[in-house]
């Protein structure tokens, strides 16, 4: 069965940057396009950035440019890369699929202060 494994998040000050990764174990992963949600306190968790399974990447606005996804298909690892943070980016991140869901996992949670 799928597990996804998320860690790399922290507490950082407002324009810090973190790197979080996520182990993935169970899929076909060189097979499926990826994505990392988050969920802010007290609000749904969205999409924040995907890609696909040959590399093409897509951003949701309100990371457009401070935002990298990457993937490593040789070592079943999604990677997201965040610069130029803000409090607004505090939230648990999650990695999953990203036309289909698979069971979640435990996140990680980023914290940004400023």
């Known amino acids: 069965q799928a597990q996804f494994v998320e860690s790399g998040g922290g507490l950082v000050q407002a324009g810090g940057s973190l790197r979080l990764s996520c182990v993935v174990s169970g899929i076909t992963f060189r097979t499926i396009a990826m994505g990392w949600y988050r969920r802010p306190p007290g609000k749904q968790r969205d999409l924040v950035a995907s890609?696909?399974?040959?590399?093409?990447?897509n951003y949701a606005d309100s990371v457009k440019g401070r935002i990298t996804i990457s993937r490593d298909n040789a070592e079943k690892i999604l990677y997201l890369e965040m610069n130029s943070l803000t409090p607004e980016d505090s939230a648990v991140y999650y990695c999953?699929?990203?036309?289909?869901?698979?069971?979640w996992g435990q996140g990680t949670q980023v914290t940004v202060y400023s």
């Open positions: 890609i696909s399974s040959t590399g093409i990447s």
């Open positions: 999953n699929g990203h036309r289909y869901q698979f069971p």
